[in-house]
T-cell receptor, first 114, second 115 residues
């Protein structure tokens, strides 16, 4: 089975711009989560989607949004980029809507805001 | 919400020694506790996990213990090897309310195994 696929791998944007990141989960996985990883803050939960619905949300401003499509693929959007948004954005999928199935991470998108 | 504290932040051991990383969590309703290993420039990968109805789980050189009363869990690596060098993250998943399904991570431990 192919793993979680994230595109693009690297992205450089300017302050004020917006960006869209894409994630394709493992085939059959319906839950997709997004995390922000920075050296200072570690892995911070952004949101989780299941069956095209946002089921849970972390403590990030409204500039961070996401969505999930009927094929379980997910996108994350960040508007009005700030320098502090520079980070590795990780997508993870899991097989069950409920219960304790493990998260499988993608390789991430490295976003640099200048 | 859930808060996960992880110690130590860095750990240096000699090859063949054991390594122990400890985590505490705040939400008594949390019921799932995975550990991830992240090598430099790579994605976090699950190495072992434990559910709240189990006190200990082993997988070859790796073991995890859970103390629900004290709300802490630990990762034990025996006979460490240089390829064990990486950043290790503990995490806890909430079981109810706004925490449901959300995985909260510790700050990570940089493990260095010296040959």
């Amino acid at each position: 089975k192919a793993g979680v696929t994230q595109t693009p791998r690297y992205l450089i944007k300017t302050r004020g711009q917006q960006v869209t990141l894409s994630c394709s989960p493992i085939s059959g996985h319906r839950s997709v989560s997004w995390y922000q990883q920075t050296p200072g803050q570690g892995l911070q939960f952004l949101f989780e989607y299941f069956s095209e619905t946002q089921r849970n949300k972390g403590n990030f401003p409204g500039r961070f949004s996401g969505r999930q499509f009927s094929n379980s693929r997910s996108e994350m959007n960040v508007s009005t980029l700030e320098l502090g948004d520079s980070a590795l954005y990780l997508c993870a999928s899991r097989s069950e809507g409920q219960g304790n199935s493990p998260l499988h991470f993608g390789n991430g998108t490295r976003l640099t805001v200048t | 919400g859930e808060n996960v504290e992880q110690h130590p932040s860095t750990l240096s051991v000699q090859e063949g020694d054991s390594a122990v990383i400890k985590c505490t969590y705040s939400d008594s309703a949390s019921n799932y506790f995975p550990w991830y290993k992240q090598e430099l420039g790579k994605r976090p990968q699950l190495i072992i996990d434990i559910r709240s109805n189990v006190g200990e789980k082993k997988d070859q050189r790796i073991a995890v213990t859970l103390n629900k009363t004290a709300k802490h869990f630990s990762l034990h690596i025996t006979e460490t090897q240089p390829e064990d060098s990486a950043v290790y993250f503990c995490a806890a998943r909430g079981a109810g309310g706004t925490s449901y399904g959300k995985l909260t991570f510790g700050q990570g431990t940089i493990l260095t195994v010296h040959p």
